[in-house]
Nanobody
Framework: AQLAESGGGLVQAGGSLRLSCAAS????????ISWFRQAPGKEREGLSC????????YYSDSVKGRFTISSDNAKNSMYLQMNSLKPEDTAVYYC?????????WGQGTQVTVSS
């Protein structure tokens, strides 16, 4: 079972990127799914998640109103649409799928926002 992110890259401030995370070896249906990021010298930060229990979503204050989390069960994939990007959004972005028994992480994808 694994997760694989894609969609990172270099973008100018104010631009947009869409990150994708594809699952293999398991299905998202029963998992809480989340996006995290880690900038150099900083701790990993939780950005957004979807609860499988009730479908509710959460966003950190740092991305609320700019980022949108979504999933497509048919494609067994999750996404993070990132708009109005800022230089401080520069980080490695990770997807995560978790239950009480399992905790899967992707390998990370680099997002760099130039000023």
């Amino acid at each position: 079972a694994q997760l694989a992110e894609s969609g990172g890259g270099l973008v100018q401030a104010g631009g947009s990127l869409r990150l994708s995370c594809a699952a293999s070896g398991f299905t998202f249906d029963d998992y809480d799914i989340s996006w995290f990021r880690q900038a150099p010298g900083k701790e990993r930060e939780g950005l957004s998640c979807i609860s499988r229990r009730d479908g509710s979503t959460y966003y950190s204050d740092s991305v609320k109103g700019r980022f949108t989390i979504s999933s497509d069960n048919a494609k067994n994939s999750m996404y993070l649409q990132m708009n109005s990007l800022k230089p401080e959004d520069t980080a490695v972005y990770y997807c995560n799928a978790k239950t009480n028994l399992f905790d899967y992480w992707g390998q990370g994808t680099q997002v760099t926002v130039s000023s």
